[in-house]
């Protein structure tokens, strides 16, 4: 008999709230999100995060509780094979000409290619390399990473960004992240591509970090990044950089106070994403 796997459905009328909603799931953990248009203009999401349902559900809730009355979800149970069908159309992602992102079940990586091939299997996690957010942020990491420096991957999902910076010539990344499937899925995309020796994540709170990071990159949301501004700053070292991601082209000014002294430095802007790297 096949187990079921629980999913829920949001219907959302306004299609701004849509993308917010879904790029706030992507970035917490679900298996993958199908949009269903419903009339031009309202959209079905329907997704799953891979646990029971009373977990479902209070991810849902701890999410999208303030949100309510005006977002209300219906959980259901379907076959499996089904949350995993978005998987056929997974292609290889381009970073830069010298960085890809290859999803691990398709075939394993040219070793006669001249670019950089990262091998992930996002499982119960963000982050398959696909999003613009995180295109953004590896371009940036890409370009402001120091030959053997220390990383700092916060809200590291499937350790995509900390992973790719090891392979571009960091010395040691450590992840952390609130969604407990991380731990596993990060480590085991640490050891498909060779560098679980200098991959280390846990669940724990940024604010009980003492160590300073030489690049900290943060792909989360807005309002997160304000919250946790202050141990930002606070962790990046004195010649360091900070990449982050999640915000809105135009609409990052009130993040980059909260971020103060940092200033930017760069940035890159990918389907209205835009992701900034800042320093001292």
């Known amino acids: 008999m096949i187990d079921e796997t629980v999913t829920f459905s949001i219907p959302i009328a306004d299609p701004l709230t849509a993308v917010l909603v879904c790029d706030l799931l992507w970035m917490n953990g679900v298996q993958g999100v199908e949009e269903i248009d419903i009339d031009g203009e309202s959209v079905l999401l329907r997704s799953s995060f891979g646990t029971t ?14 949100w309510s009355p005006s977002l209300q979800w219906e959980i259901s149970r379907v076959d499996p094979s089904i949350t995993d069908s978005w998987k056929q159309f997974a292609q290889t992602i381009e970073i830069t000409p010298s960085l890809r992102i290859v999803p691990a079940w398709l075939p394993q990586p040219n ?71 991380s731990v596993e899925v990060s480590r085991a995309n640490a050891s498909r591509n060779g560098v679980d020796g200098r991959w280390s994540v846990s669940l724990d709170s940024l604010d009980t970090l003492s160590e300073r990071f030489d690049l900290i990159v943060a792909n989360i949301l807005a309002p997160v990044l304000i919250e946790l501004a202050e141990d930002l700053v606070r962790l990046l070292g004195d010649e360091g950089t900070l990449v982050i991601s999640g915000v809105l082209r135009d609409r990052y000014d009130h993040v980059v106070k909260a971020l103060s002294p940092l200033a930017i430095v760069d940035s890159i802007d990918v389907e209205g994403w835009t992701s900034l790297a800042l320093r001292r």
Do not use: W, Y
């Open 111 to 181: 070793e006669r290619s001249n670019a950089l091939e990262v091998v992930i299997d996002p499982g119960a996690t963000f982050g398959m390399g696909d999003h613009p957010t995180t295109r953004g942020s590896l371009s940036l990491v890409s370009k402001r990473l120091q030959s053997g420096g220390t990383i700092l991957d916060v809200g590291c999902g499937s350790g995509v960004l900390g992973i790719s910076a090891l392979l571009l010539g960091a010395r040691r990344a450590q992840g952390i992240d609130i969604n407990p499937a």
């Open 53 to 66: 349902e009373a977990d479902t559900l209070q991810r849902l809730a701890d999410l999208f509780g303030d």
